[in-house]
């Protein structure tokens, strides 16, 4: 038995052997430096937890060593090899996991990148060249330049690690002199590797009305694709994040957990594949689908960027994701945020100007900030009556308001609250004046019928005239409008019919170039616009990524608020997204829930209303008043703490779930019960967060006006240790009920 190993053993020696006097001749052609460093050259990328650890090998390229938990001491990063995980052909040859694997090398497995050169060779062999490191906003961004032995091509591989929080983000450049264009057909952010007795899988996935589902499922060899190709609509079946359980299905607060999600807010592509020996590669990218990409000499192709956290169960990567959010992404991210009272689901397309005043006046009668005028307020050649016409022509309707915008930025200053409008400024419906002027600019086939989606069509964004007109239509809302306090950017469509006449036999761009040109307007708002808030919206929930969210204050987590639903809306959500980042609305869906157990459970997110108030009992509206007014109190604990998720839907009954302010003084605490079974067992809901030698009272909150507290332990003093770790008896076996309890540190 031992003769054949030895002869292995020889023959992997001679190929190696031969292959490093290969590498090293070629190094003395090309003039690559690292080729002929001969002790190990490596570059570690670091938080406070985690260690990210690349190689460059004995031939010249890069490699990933090491992925997992802080290693403590410096020295074991040397006894790292580049090849102690053997995958692909690595019984016959020495292998490694190369960072930037990439078409024609040597691995049988899925590239991060797929590049055929201008001579139609579809390899590319990319090797170490430099890296620098530099302070970023936050943290320390390592750069790392690798370049092809063969073609004038090279990648830039960007990480930026976040230290405190715990957060890696990641993306890659590509550039090339060749003289002809190259084309790509694979590109991803970045290529993750994991060797892990076992991987297990938590998509969100959805629709119109059902965002973010989470399921379980183990991976076994072979590939997972999540993938969206809906183009503007993007997410709307699958979000842009996932979380993955090391060894173990993934749990709120033990085991190791990858978390990542991608900033794209077109068709991305997370690919999971397990190798032959059962390594995991993890490869998130813009979707590659109908987009191989022609990229000109000299032209620079940036990925998306890659987020993620390592953590230690879901909860904490979840409070790694929220306060990177806060500190360094979201628009205004350290900023307070506006309740709002909306008019959708209250008038739909049906109001006018005197119905909106008086609207106005309820907004302030509730006690929020402001309000907001959904669709339909536009559109006159082809009123905005309904969803078949009217887009794109975005001057009021002189009929529903005939004093326009300033008229109702007047009735709502007499009001006393602010003025917010919704757009949805890359869309064009057949019945406007913008289709008679410009048939040219909607995205659809030239000899083929036009399908539609909700009656209308995509503009198309890649074309720079286009954008213009986007970003004018905000623009001149503005100028004309300076108080105009908030924005509502909808996008109800997928890309149909896609075909840009721009774009012409460059079809190969549009998906991504379309994403692009949304991007370059986004910027342009914010640029011109750095206080403004804004709210994301795509019919509900389909846009959520951490790219538009530089832009935006906030999003629309979805159309559906009825509120058991909105459990799990926002309890999906909140994996990845900060409370102030996820608008929340009380409204009429599902009237079998009180007002209470309604706007209890928008108040765990950023509280607004989207109700007539004649809807509502003298009681109810007392209620709303105050809860409003409690939540604007304890907003810095809710939309500033740090959030444990407590008692999960999916596995109960019930839902809890508690805030704690940075200083730990004060907390709030959210429990729900759904639908519990008769006479089942009830467990005190532990709290999370807390001091433990803090002394804090409990009150409940939020009852209805002349109720008293049922609960033992209202007004009573506990210690957080106790809270922690016996916890408060909260739920209970009535359906559709909820406390709120506000938590006190006593001196
Ligand atoms: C989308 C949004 C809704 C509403 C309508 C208006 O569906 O998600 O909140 O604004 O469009 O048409």
Same mark, same amino acid.
């Given at each position: 038995m031992l003769f054949p190993e030895f002869i292995h053993h020889i023959i992997i020696m001679y190929?190696?052997?031969?292959?490093?006097?290969?590498?090293?001749?070629?190094?003395?052609? !090309?003039?690559?430096?690292?080729?002929?460093?001969?002790?190990?050259?490596? $570059?570690? $990328?670091?938080?406070?937890?985690?260690?990210?650890?690349?190689?460059?090998?004995?031939?010249?390229?890069?490699?990933?060593?090491? +992925?997992?938990?802080?290693?403590?001491? @410096?020295?074991?990063?040397?006894? +790292?090899?580049?090849?102690?995980?053997?995958?692909?052909?690595?019984? *016959?040859?020495?292998? /490694?996991?190369?960072?930037?694997?990439? %078409?024609?090398?040597?691995?049988?497995?899925?590239?991060?990148?797929?590049? !055929?050169?201008?001579?139609?060779?579809?390899? !590319?062999?990319?090797?170490?060249?430099?890296?620098?490191?530099?302070?970023?906003?936050?943290?320390?961004?390592?750069? $790392?330049?690798?370049?092809?032995?063969?073609?004038? *091509?090279?990648?830039?591989?960007?990480?930026?690690?976040?230290? @405190?929080?715990?957060?890696?983000?990641?993306?890659?450049?590509?550039?090339?002199?060749?003289?002809?264009?190259?084309?790509?057909?694979?590109?991803?952010?970045?290529?993750?590797?994991?060797?892990?007795?076992?991987?297990?899988?938590? @998509?969100?996935?959805?629709?119109?009305?059902?965002?973010?589902?989470?399921?379980?499922q183990q991976l076994q060899f072979g590939k997972k694709i999540i993938d969206t190709k809906l183009g503007s609509r993007a997410a709307m079946h699958a979000q842009p994040f996932f979380m993955l359980g090391l060894g173990q299905p993934v749990n709120e607060n033990t085991g190791n957990v990858l978390?990542?999600?991608?900033?794209?807010?077109g068709n991305f592509r997370f690919t999971f594949e397990i190798d032959n020996v059962g390594n995991l590669r993890v490869i998130p990218s813009i979707n590659p689908y109908a987009s191989t990409y022609e990229l000109a000499k000299g032209e620079t192709f940036t990925t998306p960027e890659f987020i993620f956290t390592l953590s230690k169960g879901t909860g904490e990567g979840s409070r790694n994701f929220q306060r990177w959010a806060r500190n360094y992404q979201i628009k205004d991210g350290k900023g307070s945020r506006m309740t709002l009272l909306n008019n959708w689901e209250n008038t739909a397309f049906d109001f006018d100007e005197s119905m909106l005043a008086e609207l106005m006046k309820e907004a302030k009668d509730l006690g929020v900030d402001m309000f907001l005028l959904d669709d339909g307020w536009f559109g006159n050649k082809y009123s905005r009556n309904n969803d078949k016409a009217g887009l794109g022509d975005w001057d009021a309707n002189k009929q529903k308001l005939p004093n326009g915008v300033p008229a109702l930025i007047r009735y709502a200053k007499e009001a006393g609250v602010q003025f917010g409008i919704w757009i949805e400024p890359e869309m064009i419906n057949p019945q406007s004046e913008l289709m008679e002027k410009h048939p040219e600019w909607a995205i659809r086939y030239p000899n083929r019928d036009t399908y539609y989606y909700r009656n209308q069509l995509v503009l198309d964004m890649s074309n720079p005239e286009i954008q213009d007109y986007v970003y004018n239509v905000i623009d001149k809302l503005m100028t004309e409008n300076p108080e105009l306090a908030y924005f509502k950017w909808?996008?109800? %469509?997928?890309?149909?019919?896609?075909?840009?006449?721009?774009?012409?036999?460059?079809?190969?761009?549009?998906?991504?170039?379309?994403?692009? /040109?949304?991007?370059?307007?986004?910027?342009? *708002?914010?640029?011109?616009?750095?206080?403004?808030?804004?709210?994301?919206?795509? /019919?509900?929930?389909?846009?959520?990524?951490?790219?538009?969210?530089?832009?935006?204050?906030?999003?629309?987590?979805?159309?559906?608020?009825?509120?058991? @639903?909105? *459990?799990?809306?926002?309890?999906?959500?909140?994996?990845?997204?900060?409370?102030?980042?996820?608008?929340a609305h009380v409204t009429s869906w599902n009237k079998n829930a009180s007002i209470k157990f309604r706007t209890d459970v928008a108040s765990m997110g950023k509280l607004g209303f989207d109700l007539g108030l004649k809807e509502l009992t003298a009681n109810e509206l007392l209620y709303c008043q105050q809860a409003i007014s409690n939540w604007k109190r304890l907003s810095t604990t809710i939309l500033e703490g740090e959030q444990y998720r407590l008692v999960s839907p999916y596995t109960t009954q019930h839902m809890a779930v508690n805030y704690v302010n940075t200083d730990q003084t004060k907390a709030v605490l959210f429990a729900y019960d759904i639908y519990p079974r008769f006479e089942e067992k009830l467990f005190p809901v532990k709290l999370h967060g807390l001091h433990p030698n803090k002394m804090y009272q409990v009150k409940e909150i939020n009852l209805m006006p002349g109720e008293e507290s049922t609960l033992r332990a209202n007004g009573k003093v506990f210690s957080g240790d106790y809270l922690m770790k016996i916890g408060l008896d909260v739920l209970g076996f009535k359906p559709l009920e909820s406390h709120v309890i506000e938590l006190t540190e006593q001196q």
């Amino acid at each position: 038995m031992l003769f054949p190993e030895f002869i292995h053993h020889i023959i992997i020696m001679y190929l190696q052997t031969m292959k490093n006097i290969c590498m090293l001749a070629i190094a003395a052609m !090309t003039g690559i430096q690292s080729y002929a460093v001969a002790e190990k050259q490596i $570059i570690r $990328i670091s938080t406070n937890q985690t260690d990210l650890v690349l190689q460059v090998a004995p031939n010249g390229r890069l490699y990933q060593t090491y +992925l997992g938990e802080k290693l403590l001491h @410096e020295t074991d990063l040397e006894q +790292l090899e580049w090849n102690i995980h053997p995958a692909s052909d690595a019984s *016959v040859i020495e292998r /490694g996991w190369e960072v930037c694997s990439t %078409s024609g090398n040597e691995d049988f497995f899925e590239p991060a990148w797929g590049i !055929t050169h201008s001579d139609g060779n579809p390899s !590319t062999w990319l090797y170490y060249v430099s890296s620098s490191t530099k302070s970023v906003e936050g943290g320390m961004q390592t750069d $790392i330049l690798l370049r092809d032995d063969k073609y004038p *091509v090279d990648v830039t591989l960007h990480y930026v690690t976040y230290p @405190e929080e715990n957060i890696i983000k990641t993306w890659s450049e590509i550039k090339h002199e060749e003289k002809k264009p190259i084309s790509l057909f694979r590109y991803a952010s970045t290529m993750l590797y994991f060797s892990n007795p076992s991987y297990y899988l938590t @998509e969100f996935s959805g629709d119109w009305a059902k965002e973010v589902q989470m399921s379980n499922q183990q991976l076994q060899f072979g590939k997972k694709i999540i993938d969206t190709k809906l183009g503007s609509r993007a997410a709307m079946h699958a979000q842009p994040f996932f979380m993955l359980g090391l060894g173990q299905p993934v749990n709120e607060n033990t085991g190791n957990v990858l978390m990542g999600t991608i900033g794209w807010t077109g068709n991305f592509r997370f690919t999971f594949e397990i190798d032959n020996v059962g390594n995991l590669r993890v490869i998130p990218s813009i979707n590659p689908y109908a987009s191989t990409y022609e990229l000109a000499k000299g032209e620079t192709f940036t990925t998306p960027e890659f987020i993620f956290t390592l953590s230690k169960g879901t909860g904490e990567g979840s409070r790694n994701f929220q306060r990177w959010a806060r500190n360094y992404q979201i628009k205004d991210g350290k900023g307070s945020r506006m309740t709002l009272l909306n008019n959708w689901e209250n008038t739909a397309f049906d109001f006018d100007e005197s119905m909106l005043a008086e609207l106005m006046k309820e907004a302030k009668d509730l006690g929020v900030d402001m309000f907001l005028l959904d669709d339909g307020w536009f559109g006159n050649k082809y009123s905005r009556n309904n969803d078949k016409a009217g887009l794109g022509d975005w001057d009021a309707n002189k009929q529903k308001l005939p004093n326009g915008v300033p008229a109702l930025i007047r009735y709502a200053k007499e009001a006393g609250v602010q003025f917010g409008i919704w757009i949805e400024p890359e869309m064009i419906n057949p019945q406007s004046e913008l289709m008679e002027k410009h048939p040219e600019w909607a995205i659809r086939y030239p000899n083929r019928d036009t399908y539609y989606y909700r009656n209308q069509l995509v503009l198309d964004m890649s074309n720079p005239e286009i954008q213009d007109y986007v970003y004018n239509v905000i623009d001149k809302l503005m100028t004309e409008n300076p108080e105009l306090a908030y924005f509502k950017w909808d996008c109800n %469509s997928p890309i149909t019919n896609i075909y840009s006449p721009y774009l012409k036999n460059r079809q190969g761009r549009l998906y991504i170039d379309h994403i692009r /040109g949304v991007y370059n307007v986004m910027k342009r *708002v914010s640029e011109n616009y750095p206080k403004l808030p804004l709210m994301l919206c795509s /019919g509900g929930g389909a846009r959520c990524d951490y790219e538009a969210l530089k832009h935006f204050t906030e999003f629309w987590c979805s159309d559906n608020t009825d509120p058991v @639903e909105r *459990v799990y809306i926002q309890w999906g959500f909140s994996h990845f997204f900060p409370a102030k980042s996820m608008c929340a609305h009380v409204t009429s869906w599902n009237k079998n829930a009180s007002i209470k157990f309604r706007t209890d459970v928008a108040s765990m997110g950023k509280l607004g209303f989207d109700l007539g108030l004649k809807e509502l009992t003298a009681n109810e509206l007392l209620y709303c008043q105050q809860a409003i007014s409690n939540w604007k109190r304890l907003s810095t604990t809710i939309l500033e703490g740090e959030q444990y998720r407590l008692v999960s839907p999916y596995t109960t009954q019930h839902m809890a779930v508690n805030y704690v302010n940075t200083d730990q003084t004060k907390a709030v605490l959210f429990a729900y019960d759904i639908y519990p079974r008769f006479e089942e067992k009830l467990f005190p809901v532990k709290l999370h967060g807390l001091h433990p030698n803090k002394m804090y009272q409990v009150k409940e909150i939020n009852l209805m006006p002349g109720e008293e507290s049922t609960l033992r332990a209202n007004g009573k003093v506990f210690s957080g240790d106790y809270l922690m770790k016996i916890g408060l008896d909260v739920l209970g076996f009535k359906p559709l009920e909820s406390h709120v309890i506000e938590l006190t540190e006593q001196q």
